[in-house]
């Protein structure tokens, strides 16, 4: 289904009120504008994230990556990059969703730099949001990120419960379907430029992927956990690959949603 068929019956009729989108969005995208890719750097002010063994800190290498991202594609016209937070700074995760929305994002990546369930896993890895975890593992992951604020939920007040329905379905089907392409893109894109993780495409009911308009993708850089991991996430020319590596494959899939 066309994206901004989807947008367009999202936001008539009560719509905006519904997801709580601005109300400039009901204009449709130029082609001509740029694509806005949102980077979320995870944590951040009193919410440390993981801390690894040596003392680094999740909040640090995630906002450090996410800026390095935005660096690097500073000089293409085609691409408009936000980042949620510039700082060291909390965020609310309703708020960071806000902010795709007020953005008018085409894609939403939240980076990460977890501690993992086990102290052996290391590497790269991309999550999309489903309300049954792909396993244990990526289950677990979820539960520490959402404890970190309350759940972002779609506020269906005003809106009769069949309209509603409809809505939010439409709505559900194209950011899901978007954003499992986005994560496969991801994680071939990046392959043999960065180690990942065993099984690197999985999902879980991550709050911060709920948004129903925006395309939305978890990415873990690695795990502070891992020793190994640590050292390479700590390493500012390390974290110059790993920006690369997502910067070239974020722009793309970006753009492509843009214009579809």
């Not at 009193?46 to 690894?52: E, Q, W």
């Not at 977890?114 to 289950?139: K, N």
Request: aromatic share 4%; hydrophobic share 45%.
């Amino acid at each position: 289904m066309d994206r901004r068929f989807v947008l367009s019956l999202l936001l008539g009729a009560g719509g905006a009120a519904l997801i709580g989108r601005p109300a400039r969005a009901q204009t449709a995208k130029r082609r001509a504008d740029p694509a806005v890719l949102v980077l979320d750097p995870g944590h951040g002010g009193h919410d440390p994230g993981a801390i690894g063994g040596s003392g680094t800190y999740e909040k640090d290498v995630v906002l450090a990556i996410c800026r390095s991202i935005k660096q690097q594609l500073s000089g293409t016209r085609s691409i408009k990059v936000v980042l949620t937070r510039s700082e060291d700074e909390f965020l609310s995760l309703p708020r960071r969703v806000e902010i795709a929305h007020e953005a008018d994002a085409d894609l939403f990546v939240s980076i990460h730099a977890d501690a993992a369930p086990t102290l052996a896993a290391r590497g790269l890895s991309a999550y999309t949001r489903s309300e049954r975890a792909s396993d244990s593992f990526a289950g677990a992951l979820a539960q520490r990120e959402n404890a970190v604020d309350s759940l972002y939920g779609v506020d269906l007040r005003g809106t009769d419960k069949m309209t509603a329905a409809i809505l939010l379905d439409l709505a559900k089907r194209h950011s899901h379907g978007a954003s499992l392409t986005a994560k496969q893109r991801i994680v071939s894109g990046v392959r043999g430029k960065v180690m990942l993780l065993e099984n690197p495409m999985r999902s879980a009911n991550f709050a911060v992927l709920r948004s129903t308009m925006v395309p939305s993708v978890l990415v873990e850089t690695g795990f502070l956990t891992n020793p190994k991991d640590e050292a390479l996430l700590a390493e500012p020319r390390s974290r110059a690959v790993i920006a690369k590596s997502l910067a070239d494959e974020l722009a793309a899939i970006a753009l492509e949603f843009q214009r579809a």
